[in-house]
Every structure is written in C-alpha cells, then in structure tokens.
C-alpha cells in the first residue's frame, strides 16, 4: 500500500476542519409549542465528505409572524442535532423530533446553517 498523496492529506484534514463545507441540510422542520419549546423534525442531511460526522451543530433563524414585524429576524437558536452521518451520505433523521431550544407559535423558522461536526476518525 503507497502512502497518501499531498492532495488526500488535504482533503482529509480539511473534511474534519470545516465539516460546515461538507454537510447540506436539504429539509427540515421546526414545530413550536404554545410553551415555548421548538421541536425540530424530519431533518435530512447530505454529507458530501468522506468521512463520518456526529452531533451537528446548527442555528435556526425565526421571523416575526405579527403584523407590527412580519418578515424580519427576531430571534435564532443554536442546537446540536444528535445524529452521526456516514459519509458520502444523504438521509432523513430525526422523525420523532428534537428539542431545538426556544420558538413561539408566532415565529417562522425561515433558515437552517450548519455551523460544525464533530468528525469521526478512524
């Protein structure tokens, strides 16, 4: 077996540095409760690395749905996402929901950024 090129150490080092580069949210959803609580749900992730990635680290941006500021940011949440994609991966997770912080029946979540990972390496 000959040694890694220049090249794959680079993909590889990069692939655990910036997970963020590697891993598209294609569908999510965020359902908020009379209490307060955001659940979010049904969550699919691509994973476009060649490596495995756990505990995803995400901020949900909401929008007010009150007359007086509808359509502007009012609030965003930060989670982690208690999943583990494998690589070169595109799945569905999360059917029966997690607590992804605070939201209210009058927010809109309107976007989702993967911020981190944390790679598996082997």
């Known amino acids: 077996m000959s040694a890694p090129s220049y090249s794959q150490n680079y993909n590889d080092n990069t692939m655990a540095a910036h997970p963020e580069w590697y891993i598209k949210v294609t569908d999510w959803n965020v359902y908020a ?11 699919t992730i691509e994973n476009n690395s060649d490596i495995e990635y756990k505990d995803v680290k ?4 909401y929008t007010s749905m009150s007359s007086g500021g509808a359509g502007s940011i009012v609030s965003q949440e930060v989670g982690v996402l208690p999943v583990t994609l494998a690589p070169r991966s595109k799945q569905t997770y999360l059917a029966s929901g997690h607590t992804l912080g605070a939201a209210s029946t009058f927010m809109n ?9 944390t790679p598996i390496l082997k």
């Open 33 to 43: 409760t009379w209490s307060a609580v955001a659940i979010i749900h049904h969550v």
């Open 58 to 61: 995400v901020r949900v941006y």
């Open 109 to 117: 979540a309107v976007d989702l950024q993967v911020l981190t990972a």
